[in-house]
């Protein structure tokens, strides 16, 4: 037995496809869920400066209920995060929490301790009182023998009860967490860091554990039991034995809490032989762990380490499956509060769960702690001024889901009044150039909606990469084309179609942070004067076009005079205004 490099009062408790660590100052319980990501659950716990901690005996009876409590609470804590399957509450539970104020939870916590505690009473104090009787009726009415018969008995059933609930396979799974979480103990406590490797590395029993508690309660029993009925021989009869027993169940935890505390402090070989029953029951209580396992163990020894070092360190919740409404309620609050459009957090919720905002108000489902993951994901970088669009990856142009990222200009319902004039000249013969495509949306509509041949040039690589994403979503075939405006363009168009940059460069830093912040500025900037694309536009756009070709052109609010300008001489031009009437829309006829 090697020495030890650290000690630590932190220990553990095997939940539901977890672990449960507690230190001094904080608790932290990590589940593994159906989904395979880690959960977890951290707490402050409340520092009683009661002086029965330092009562001897008495702190030990406190502890041992206490812990009884705790565990009972964490276990049914940890089948929530679980069994996210779990239904709704009956309409009995409903009418009794309304009507009462009854948290249903405490009741099946506190019913849960009850008969816990009844089920070993009758286990371990009863049973073997009962074949107490027997054997002083058949053997020897010594008291001595008698307790020592007991003991036997207790402990017996104690391995028994082991063994055959070992057998069940959630048990099985919850002993090699139990084995997990004694590694980890064991590891940190080595010195050694606490990776995966090293933990796996480590036994899987430990001086402190509950199953050598409980071995010491059986032992300890025999001693109390027979010195207290020397003393007062009437509890050695009938009825009043047995109370005797229960009621000095306390005694005989606490007694055992302080000889469980006492070995544990030295690795002494004088006194491995009392620790020796309680390990080698723990080779029945703990089973070698799988490496997620010991991840789960590693995750709540360290944040209650980092509570317990640090007082700022952050409590935190498991992510449960909650109800539809109430992540809808509260991811709404949450947007009103920061000042943005609520109806952003229902596209967010309705693109995470596939439910259409038009059943949100009957929807009755769970939300799972996977869809609640990714929920907080988006709702957090919407909350940084983030498009909706860039945040969900996608967006509607013209009634088909394309995407869109920070490598093009989200596509604007003006543009799909763009395209509206446009398809109206194009059939399957035209040959159309979708001029500054970006996310390509011109282009793919246009080809879906006409099956013209159809060309889409951009000068960034990365516009580019995103467009021909797009094309292959839809199985479009288009060619996509890197140019610098025309530089790369060699043939002829019957209509060419463009929502170039126009903004000012000097207006930019005025625009909405969602715009300037977040979409490429290579895709807004129109010069100084918001004018330089169609500078280019109509200086070489005649050079590209056939005979009587067609531009369409989206520009800015205020620049339809300046562009037609531009364009008088060569073409035969009209403006059309968007939905807000805004002249916003210019076709160009090549005269």
């Known amino acids: 037995m090697g020495k030890k490099c650290l000690k630590t009062s932190i220990g553990g408790q095997a939940v539901l496809e977890g672990v449960m660590m507690r230190g001094k100052t904080a608790m932290a319980t990590a589940v593994r869920d159906r989904d395979g990501v880690i959960r977890l659950e951290a707490e402050r716990l409340k520092q009683s400066k009661s002086a029965i901690k330092k009562i001897p005996v008495v702190r030990g009876a406190v502890n041992f209920f206490v812990?009884?409590?705790?565990?009972?609470?964490?276990?049914?804590?940890?089948?929530?995060?679980?069994?996210?399957?779990?239904?709704?509450?009956?309409?009995?539970?409903?009418?009794?929490?309304?009507?009462?104020?009854?948290?249903?939870?405490?009741?099946?916590?506190?019913?849960?301790?009850?008969?816990?505690?009844?089920?070993?009473?009758?286990?371990?104090?009863?049973?073997?009182h009962l074949l107490g009787n027997l054997f002083s009726s058949l053997v020897t009415e010594n008291v001595v023998w008698r307790n020592v018969f007991e003991g036997v008995v207790r402990i017996a059933i104690f391995i028994g009860y082991i063994l055959l609930t070992s057998l069940i396979k959630d048990m099985r799974r919850t002993f090699m967490y139990h084995g997990a979480e004694h590694k980890t103990i064991t590891c940190y406590e080595k010195g050694l860091p606490l990776t995966v490797e090293n933990v796996r590395g480590c036994r899987r029993v430990h001086d402190r554990c509950g199953t050598t508690f409980m071995f010491f309660v059986m032992i300890v029993s025999i001693f109390v039991f027979t010195v207290l009925g020397s003393i007062f021989p009437m509890i050695n009869v009938g009825i009043l034995r047995l109370l005797a027993k229960i009621l000095l169940l306390p005694l005989v935890a606490g007694l055992s809490y302080e000889l469980l505390k006492l070995l544990a402090k030295t690795d002494s070989k004088a006194v491995y032989i009392f620790k020796l029953p309680g390990l080698l029951l723990q080779k029945i209580t703990t089973r070698e762990p799988d490496d997620g396992m010991i991840e789960v163990a590693i995750t709540a020894f360290e944040k209650v380490l980092k509570m317990d070092l640090d007082e700022n360190e952050p409590t935190c919740k498991f992510v449960c499956a909650e109800d539809f409404g109430k992540v809808l309620s509260e991811t709404r609050s949450e947007f009103n509060a920061a000042g943005v459009d609520d109806a952003d957090a229902e596209w967010i919720i309705s693109e995470v769960t596939g439910v259409r905002r038009s059943e949100f108000a009957t929807c009755k489902k769970k939300v799972s702690a996977a869809e609640i993951d990714r929920i907080t994901i988006l709702k957090k970088e919407r909350l940084t001024g983030k498009p909706l669009s860039y945040v969900l990856k996608n967006t509607n142009f013209y009634g088909y889901t394309i995407k869109t990222d920070e490598r093009a200009l989200i596509p604007r319902p003006e543009t799909e009044e763009l395209v509206e004039r446009a398809i109206k000249e194009i059939d399957g013969n035209s040959a159309v150039l979708d001029l500054c495509t970006g996310s390509g949306a011109i282009a793919l509509v246009v080809k879906l909606k006409t099956g013209a041949s159809v060309t889409a040039s951009d000068k960034s690589l990365d516009a580019l990469a995103l467009?021909?994403?797009?094309?292959?979503?839809?199985?479009?075939?288009?060619?996509?084309?890197?140019?610098?405006?025309?530089?790369?363009?060699?043939?002829?168009?019957?209509?060419?179609?463009?929502?170039?940059?126009?903004?000012?460069?000097?207006?930019?830093?005025?625009?909405?942070?969602?715009?300037?912040?977040?979409?490429?500025?290579?895709?807004?900037?129109?010069?100084?004067?918001?004018?330089?694309?169609?500078?280019?536009?109509?200086?070489?756009?005649?050079?590209?076009?056939?005979?009587?070709?067609?531009?369409?052109?989206?520009?800015?609010?205020?620049?339809?005079?300046?562009?037609?300008?531009?364009?008088?001489?060569?073409?035969?031009?009209?403006?059309?205004?968007?939905?807000?009437?805004?002249?916003?829309?210019?076709?160009?006829?090549?005269?």
């Open 67 to 128: 812990s009884l409590v705790f565990g009972v609470k964490i276990i049914a804590r940890s089948a929530e995060v679980y069994g996210e399957d779990e239904q709704e509450p009956t309409k009995f539970e409903k009418w009794l929490s309304k009507t009462f104020k009854i948290d249903i939870m405490s009741v099946v916590m506190f019913l849960g301790v009850a008969l816990g505690l009844a089920f070993s009473v009758a286990l371990f104090i009863v049973l073997p």
């Open 467 to 591: 467009a021909r994403e797009n094309f292959a979503l839809f199985g479009a075939e288009i060619s996509a084309i890197e140019s610098d405006m025309f530089s790369a363009i060699d043939k002829k168009f019957d209509v060419i179609i463009s929502n170039p940059p126009y903004i000012k460069s000097g207006d930019i830093e005025s625009l909405d942070r969602e715009v300037k912040d977040f979409e490429p500025r290579i895709a807004l900037d129109g010069g100084y004067d918001g004018l330089e694309f169609y500078r280019v536009i109509s200086d070489e756009a005649d050079k590209f076009l056939n005979e009587h070709g067609k531009l369409f052109l989206e520009i800015g609010f205020d620049e339809a005079e300046s562009v037609k300008e531009l364009l008088k001489g060569k073409y035969d031009v009209k403006t059309y205004k968007d939905i807000s009437g805004n002249d916003r829309i210019i076709e160009a006829t090549l005269i």
